[in-house]
């Protein structure tokens, strides 16, 4: 059990360190590459619409060939797309590598979590998902901290050069995943996971749980830096701290499997809710702010695992397309996200505006929530 938990963790890790890992060496790029910084980011942009159309195109595939299969398939690509960016001359050879990572990590993380809800003993579905999460954990700190220091060290080049043999290793480690593919052998769709009852409401939850995050967390840096006059090292720790507490929540995942998914979400949701308002009334206070964040990344941790559990369990035999659904959802989120939350930002309202609205996001589904309470989930998620 260990083994394949590590393999699904390390892999959702170094997608997560990918996806992170622009933005700390940025600059490191654009000197490099004799571009702009506008220009370099938009290789993350070019990521994240790779990972929104691979999602919604590619993983229902997972369900015929079997997810295992697919994740291998993925993160070979992945080791192509991070090899291509290693040894990128240009901004516009970067961008179309990223874009392949992109088209990777779409029909990975599907297959990822599908993996993790299938391995998983019957009762603990939520501890063993809480552990495979907290590859996210790794990435942050890969991805915001290691890698601006590897690069001041090595260069970018080496640190995607080392990425490119992680993924080639769980590429290779992941056959040991074999058995647990058990594919449906169905042909799935986005269409077809859209008429699986409950999934409306399920991908709802998803959407108000991302779009607070990402409202925040987007501006965390510009306020801590601009409002707050902090260094650049300083903001970075905001990640850092969140990412910690985002770990230390697979500590109170077996709490979730105890009480069941109708009477675990609407307290967690509650919990994101009051920490929002706890943000938004400390938010000019950057010792305060790091010590929320670790709060932030508990909850956040504890509500992800509860709607990623919700989705998957409504219909094993099209997994793959419901998870390709949710990473859809998620990074569309990601990409509306600073738009709206940079009117709420710059109208004057600044990051405790950011807050509020990530607050009231979040009430709406402890609302939402409310309903699994009546409808009575069981523990493994199964309609009692």
């Known amino acids: 059990m260990r083994t394949p938990i590590l393999i699904l963790m390390s892999a959702i890790g170094v997608i997560g360190a990918n996806s992170l890992l622009l933005s700390p060496v940025v600059t490191a790029v654009s000197d490099t590459l004799n571009a702009t910084t506008a220009e370099v980011m938009r290789a993350a942009s070019a990521y994240g619409l790779g990972v929104a159309g691979a999602a919604l195109l590619l993983a229902p595939l997972g369900d015929r060939i079997g997810a295992g299969r697919l994740m291998r ?115 799935t769709s986005p269409l077809t996971a859209l008429r699986v009852p409950g999934i409306a409401r399920g991908l709802l939850a998803t959407a108000l749980l991302m779009l607070g995050f990402y409202f925040s967390y987007f501006f965390t840096g510009a306020h801590i830096t601009q409002v707050l006059g902090q260094s650049t090292t300083q903001a970075g720790l905001l990640p850092l701290f969140y990412g910690i507490g985002f770990g230390l929540a697979v500590l109170l995942d077996p709490l979730l499997d105890r009480l069941g998914l109708g009477r675990a979400t609407p307290p967690v949701f509650l919990g994101v809710t009051a920490n929002y308002l706890l943000l938004m009334v400390w938010a000019d206070s950057y010792l305060l702010l790091l010590g929320l964040a670790v709060l932030w990344g508990i909850f956040q941790h504890l509500a992800l695992n509860l709607v990623v559990a919700r989705v998957t369990l409504l219909d094993p035999q099209q997994r793959g397309a419901i998870m390709g659904l949710f990473s859809t959802v998620t990074y569309l989120c990601v990409f509306a996200a600073p738009f709206f939350g940079a009117a709420t930002y710059d109208a004057g309202w600044g990051l405790a505006g950011c807050f509020a609205v990530s607050a009231l996001l979040s009430a709406c589904a402890v609302l939402e929530s409310l309903g699994l309470q009546r409808r009575k989930i069981s523990p493994d998620g199964a309609p009692a």
């Open 73 to 187: 398939a993925a993160l070979l690509l992945l080791a192509v797309g991070l090899g291509a960016s290693a040894a990128a001359p240009d901004v516009w050879w970067l961008m179309a590598a990223q874009g392949l990572c992109g088209l990777a990590a779409g029909a990975a993380l599907p297959s990822i979590y599908t993996l993790a809800m299938v391995i998983a003993p019957k009762g603990r579905e939520a501890r063993v998902l809480g552990y495979v999460l907290a590859g996210w954990t790794v990435s942050m700190v890969l991805g915001v901290s290691v890698s601006a220091w590897a690069t001041d060290l090595v260069g970018w080049r080496a640190v995607y050069g080392t990425l490119t043999a992680v993924a080639l290793l769980l590429c290779g480690a992941a056959a040991r995943l074999r058995g647990a593919d058990r594919p449906s052998g169905q042909a």
